[in-house]
């Protein structure tokens, strides 16, 4: 782990950039999570777009993790139009927060 750092600092990546870099791979992996899943449920881009009434293009992005695109309504359109249902889970101070 020493080595590592030693990169990391001879190269001037700091914690930030690291923390960026961390959330760009989780995104990267969550979209392609999202393309296996509509995959597995037989369907085209652009069927899912059809369903959602939006572009084959915007579906692509998602699904390449292009977090623009990426509301929670698009998210939960996409989710349904392969059949899935989604829940929002908010951690509080106060406790935990399910929302349908």
Known sequence: ???????????G????????ARAKTAL???AYALRQARKA??????EIARI??????????????DIAVMSIE????????IGGTVS???DLPTGRLELA
């Open 74 to 81: 698009s998210v939960r359109r996409y989710i349904e139009a």
């Open 28 to 30: 990267k992996c969550e």
């Open 52 to 65: 959602m009434g939006v572009s084959q293009n915007r579906v692509s992005k998602m699904e390449n993790g």
């Open 88 to 90: 929002l889970v908010a």
């Open 13 to 20: 990546i700091g914690e930030e950039q690291m923390r960026d």
């Open 41 to 46: 449920a037989g369907m085209t881009q652009t």
């Open 1 to 11: 782990m020493a080595d590592f750092q030693a990169y990391l600092d001879k190269r």
